[in-house]
């Protein structure tokens, strides 16, 4: 199974090319790269995913990495979601083969787009939050979940009280047609979802939204 690591560089030439060297020397065959965020401060935030050779374990391209000036790992993990990184323009032309049901089939690449473990699209009511679609391995929303609306643009939520055997999970939402309405997606221990992603999350659920208004 392939691991997706994320790492903080110098926003320089030559860093990702110090880190790929750094990860290869460590025993890991980087497969794709995806830069998450440029920051104010002169850094990156890149997501790799690579394999590593028989016996070589994670912690040793983690130890590789931090030794280089200016870089930190922020986390690794393995990576269950097959042998490449979906980027969001994957998304938009997998979003267009369906206008009709663009909304839910971004529910469904949620998960892919943002290294998450679930997703689901989620309407506030008189009668309480009600969930419209959702993959298989999302919680069951409780009413707690209220606190989320009304959302105007894309956020961390807070994790609800009656969730507290997932603590761990990190959980962002975007509003979609509507601020009682949105797209919401959970990460089981991380990592810290960045704002640069909040910002692509909000983007993709209006493009989501265009697409169905235009089919």
């Not at 994320?6 to 830069?35: H, K, M, N, Q, Y």
């Not at 000036?69 to 998304?91: H, K, P, T």
């Not at 206008?99 to 787009?113: G, R």
């Not at 810290?192 to 235009?214: G, N």
Request: charge should be negative; aromatic fraction near 6%.
């Amino acid at each position: 199974m392939p691991f997706l690591l994320r790492v903080e560089l110098p926003d320089v030439p030559g860093s990702l090319g110090r880190v790929a060297t750094a990860i290869g020397e460590a025993g890991g065959d980087i497969e794709a790269i995806e830069i998450v965020e440029h920051r104010r401060d002169g850094t990156a935030v890149d997501d790799v995913l690579l394999e590593t050779a028989h016996g070589v374990m994670p912690d040793s391209i983690v130890s590789a990495c931090n030794q280089l000036d200016g870089v930190q790992v922020l986390w690794i993990s393995r990576y269950a979601a097959g042998g490449n990184l979906f980027l969001d323009l994957e998304a938009v032309e997998a979003l267009t083969q369906s206008p009709a049901t663009a909304c839910d089939e971004l529910v469904d690449l949620l998960p892919f787009t943002f290294r998450a473990d679930w997703a689901m699209r989620v309407r506030s009511s008189d009668a309480g939050p009600k969930v419209l679609h959702r993959t298989s391995a999302a919680p069951d929303l409780l009413e707690v979940a209220d606190a989320w609306f009304p959302r105007a643009h894309a956020a961390r939520l807070p994790l609800p009280e009656e969730w507290k055997h997932l603590e761990s999970t990190l959980v962002a939402g975007a509003p979609l047609n509507d601020h009682d309405e949105m797209v919401v997606f959970g990460r089981r221990g991380g990592p810290d979802v960045l704002d640069s992603e909040l910002a692509r999350l909000e983007h993709l659920a209006a493009l989501a939204v265009s697409i169905t208004r235009a089919g």
